[in-house]
């Protein structure tokens, strides 16, 4: 059974910074997609970054240059720095894992963990 757990996020003031990290468990190989999606009340989900098993890595356009998302193979981890934080970054932000083999993009089927809270403030 796939399991993914968030550490992180908190409440922060515009300009600061904080990281997520995840941990997965169940996986039989390192081969997939994983990425960090976000979800503010009343907006769609939005896949903020991936990152597939070779590194390559995909970010949104409104967090370019100041996030930055990162995987241990070794370790299963998952990490997002975020840096430059905005009150618009506020959101739940879940580490997801594509139930499917291959690279980046994901087949759409995700895995998600709990979700962490991302508050920004003016």
């Known amino acids: 059974q796939v399991q993914l757990m968030e550490s992180g996020g908190g409440s922060v003031q515009a300009g600061g910074s904080l990281r997520l990290s995840c941990t997965t468990s169940?996986?039989?190989?390192?081969?997939?997609?994983m990425g960090w999606i976000r979800q503010a009340p009343g907006e769609e989900r939005e896949a903020v970054a991936t990152i597939d098993s070779d590194g390559a890595t995909t970010y949104v356009a409104s967090v370019k240059g100041r996030f930055t998302i990162s995987r241990d193979n070794a370790k299963n981890t998952l990490d997002l720095h975020m840096n430059d934080l905005k009150p618009e970054d506020t959101a739940m932000y879940y580490c997801?894992?594509?139930?499917?083999?291959?690279?980046?993009?994901?087949?759409?089927?995700?895995?998600w963990g709990q979700g962490t809270q991302v508050t920004v403030s003016s």
């Open positions: 997801a894992a594509d139930r499917y083999a291959g690279p980046c993009p994901a087949s759409g089927q995700w895995y």
């Open positions: 169940g996986y039989t190989n390192t081969n997939y997609c």
